[in-house]
């Protein structure tokens, strides 16, 4: 385990040293909370009425996959997996870092920002395989900003990434093998 830690704690010094620049302090500040951006939160909840109200079956089902994994992506996260593991997050524990935001008090391992992208990622992807190129590579920017940042060591994004695209893809699977079920009229 000492092995894997210092490999992590390279990459993350390596990141923190290696690639800033006044624009990449900017842009990674931005983007790692994306979602607390008001416009954002407008236009997603805008999105969603669209797709659930005016759209066809194959867009309510895409919106209630992604609800669904989000949700449970976050909570196993949040309550079950940082507690397991307990992992103190790097501005916590180091000094040289460089710290761009609020540290937080939570655990480190996995990052919840890289599951819950990646979740939305993969079902997206899953859906509507035409913008897994753009969608993937914004999942991977927000889980990058959170060691550019200082909050996460890279194992954290790794882990939480993948487990991101596990759970999203076999909840919009399931969730689509389901509907037709029951729903054998489904395109």
């Known amino acids: 385990m000492n092995f894997l ?23 990674f500040v931005a983007i790692t909370d994306y979602h607390k951006i008001s416009f954002v939160r407008v236009l997603v909840l805008i999105f969603f009425g669209i797709c659930l109200f005016r759209g066809d079956d194959k867009k309510r089902l895409f919106v209630i996959s992604l609800i ?24 916590n ?14 655990f480190s391992f996995p990052s919840s920002h890289a599951i819950n992208n990646f979740a939305f990622a993969s079902v997206t992807v899953f859906y509507f395989n035409k913008l897994k190129w753009i969608i993937y590579i914004f999942a991977f920017l927000v889980a990058f900003s959170r060691v550019y940042v200082g ?28 509907y037709k079920h029951y729903f054998p009229k489904y395109e």
Do not use: M, W
């Open 5 to 27: 830690y210092n490999i992590d704690l390279s990459i993350f010094y390596f990141v923190q040293n290696t690639f800033s620049n006044p624009f990449f302090d900017s842009f």
């Open 68 to 91: 669904l994994s989000i949700i449970l992506c976050d909570q196993f996260n949040s309550f079950v997996l940082k507690n397991i593991f307990q992992r103190i997050r790097p501005c």
């Open 93 to 106: 524990e180091l000094d040289d870092i460089r710290l761009l935001v609020n540290c937080g008090s939570g």
């Open 151 to 178: 909050v996460h060591y890279p194992f954290d994004i790794l882990v939480g990434g993948s487990l991101g695209i596990i759970i999203g893809y076999y909840i919009a699977k399931y969730s689509l093998q389901i």
